[in-house]
T-cell receptor
Framework: DGGITQSPKYLFRKEGQNVTLSCEQN?????MYWYRQDPGQGLRLIYY???????QKGDIAEGYSVSREKKESFPLTVTSAQKNPTAFYLC??????????????FGPGTRLTVL | AQKITQTQPGMFVQEKEAVTLDCTYD???????LFWYKQPSSGEMIFLIY??????QNATEGRYSLNFQKARKSANLVISASQLGDSAMYFC??????????????FGTGTRLQVTL
């Protein structure tokens, strides 16, 4: 089945620890994105990548890091520098060939809780 | 800067009735795209419909249609013949399309729709 997978579904972390969230897609999409969602709010962009080995900061990149070594994978690391990391994290991907087809499709999300 | 406003935190609709979810936007870019996503309780964001700023006709996808009024900067989602499975959060989002690069979406705060019997 083609799609976007995120793991784990639930993640618990102690304060001061780094943690990495996985995002994999087998849709052959060029671009990948990470968003954060807090209760009662919309999604905010953390990082995005249009091609392998290249990525850009979104609106709330502080305390996060990413890598894009393979087209299929875009892991997100939540570092200890992120002051309030408890949130729902969503990964997305898109084709980026023409604007009309540049629709973002989302994975199922990872819920991160800092204890 | 882009901004999306959804003023209805929650809406109720009876099964088989139509419902309109409001969305207004603000942008200085002449070329932009507007999206609606559905988020069920499972959390996944499901793409529903897209409208380009230069599209002459309102977008439709099955039971979903987008009432695009450019002069008013509104892009309301209309769901016809509501079903119980339509109960979810609905998000309006916008993308500026003159940047030449990435597809950065700006989201509203969402509207929770509850379909009743």
């Amino acid at each position: 089945d083609g799609g976007i997978t995120q793991s784990p579904k639930y993640l618990f972390r102690k304060e001061g620890q780094n943690v990495t969230l996985s995002c994999e897609q087998n849709l052959n999409h060029d671009a990948m994105y990470w968003y954060r969602q807090d209760p009662g709010q919309g999604l905010r962009l953390i990082y995005y990548s249009q091609i392998v080995n290249d990525f850009q900061k979104g609106d709330i990149a502080e305390g996060y890091s990413v890598s894009r070594e393979k087209k299929e994978s875009f892991p997100l690391t939540v570092t200890s520098a992120q002051k309030n990391p408890t949130a729902f994290y969503l990964c997305a991907s898109s084709i980026v060939r023409t604007r009309r087809t540049d629709t973002q499709y989302f994975g199922p999300g990872t819920r991160l809780t800092v204890l | 800067a882009q901004k999306i406003t959804q003023t209805q935190p929650g809406m109720f609709v009876q099964e088989k009735e139509a419902v309109t979810l409001d969305c207004t936007y603000d942008t200085s870019d002449p070329s932009y795209g507007l999206f609606w996503y559905k988020q069920p309780s499972s959390g996944e964001m499901i793409f529903l419909i897209y409208q380009g700023s230069y599209d002459q006709q309102n977008a439709t996808e099955g039971r979903y249609s987008l009432n695009f009024q450019k002069a008013r900067k509104s892009a309301n989602l209309v769901i016809s013949a509501s079903q119980l499975g339509d109960s979810a959060m609905y998000f309006c989002a916008m993308r500026e399309e003159n940047t030449g690069t990435a597809s950065k979406l700006t989201f509203g705060t969402g509207t929770r729709l509850q379909v009743t019997l």
